[in-house]
């Protein structure tokens, strides 16, 4: 039997490769023969495994991480019908079961069946069910012929895994951001956040015939990283408002759309850039967004934050200015993208070379065993997105 090895949250700031167990085909005490064990070809990094390194989540010592995976099947389990050993697929970050209310309404990132504590499930993430992360040489899926996406040709789909790798999770959740916040041919959208997610959501909108997409950041190098595929940008640390700032893009101080790529470690705007001010995107984005718009907001909000700046914090309670976006009669879009409901036809976008997402997020491959430099670089701000590769089959 072959070895593995997989990235372990050590404690804040810590993440190391360890030895880990082999995956099984089991679930519990019993046998998963709706489940597949992957040879892992690439692995991600997200920015929400960051909120996790970084201290604050509850997420226990020694958790395996990694929820975007792409692998190829080396063994499935007895009731697996339509995927094959050899098959490489593309494995959504939610887990679901395809059995449930939530899953056959296309509800798949509130799956009611693979977490006990509360509806959806991930893999290697907290409070999201105890599954094993994909970080890691192997990693058993369950409910694969549901989950999986299998890539139609393997030649292909390995000459263009750096763009298909980012269908687990970043590239469905930003073109769910954007769908959520109503961008059409047309639209001038705000994006709030130019992390790969941001990034990703931004290239979706010109992908869904937005006019001008505008990103908000703070680090240069990720604004840089925008403008480098036609985003217009607003550099948050400046005195000037972000609608002051949007005036001079468009003319207006005001949007269609807007979307959140940012989440719970917002930071102030302007003078207080450099304070912790959890609400600060989300009301920020009611003030630009015209009456009337939607807002959509894929950035992760938790219910339990140690590190939060007070009590209310903590547990995801925030100063929210709900008052203005009733007034605007704004649509709000919450929760964690379902990513079966974009793959597979983002995949078709990705091999018929409709969209360069690996560009637009700037894919970098590391080692397996680099992957706590990658964690540390990325947590400094570097514009890219990291992708492991943890058998070096990657070209």
Known sequence: MAGNRGVAYIKPGVVEVQKIDYPKLELGKRKCEHGVILKVVT???????????????TAPMGLILGHEITGQVVECGRDVEFIKKGDICSVPFNIACGRCRNCKEG?????????????????????MG???????????????????????????????????????DIFPTGFHGAVSAGVGPGSIVYVAGAGPVGLACAASCHLLGAACVIVGDMIPERLKQAKSFGCEVVDL????????????????PEVDAAVD??????????????VEKPATVLNSV???????????????????????????AKIGMLGIRIGLGWAKSHCFTTGQCPVMKYHRNLMQAIL??????????NVTIISLNDSPKGYKDFDKGAARKYVIDPHGMVK
Not at 107 to 127: F, H, M, Q, S
Request: some cysteine; hydrophobic content about 35%.
């Open 43 to 57: 692995t991600n990094i997200c920015g929400s495994d960051q909120h996790m390194v970084r201290g604050r989540t």
């Open 107 to 127: 509800k798949t990132g509130i799956c009611l069946n693979v977490n006990p504590a509360r509806p959806g499930a991930a893999y290697g993430y907290v409070d």
């Open 130 to 168: 105890g599954w094993v992360g994909g970080q890691a040489e192997y990693v058993m899926v369950p409910y694969a012929d549901f989950n999986l996406l299998k890539f139609p040709d393997k030649d292909q789909a390995m000459a263009k895994i750096k763009d298909l790798t980012l269908l687990s």
């Open 237 to 252: 640390k400046k005195k000037a408002t972000l609608a002051e700032q949007i005036e001079q893009i468009v003319g207006v």
């Open 261 to 274: 790529c940012v989440g719970f470690e917002a930071r102030g705007h302007g003078a207080d850039s450099v």
């Open 286 to 312: 009611m003030e630009v967004t015209r009456a009337g718009g939607a807002i959509g907001i894929p950035g992760l909000y938790v219910t339990g934050d140690p590190g939060g700046v007070d009590e209310n």
């Open 352 to 361: 018929y070379d409709k969209i360069k997402i690996a560009k637009a997020t």
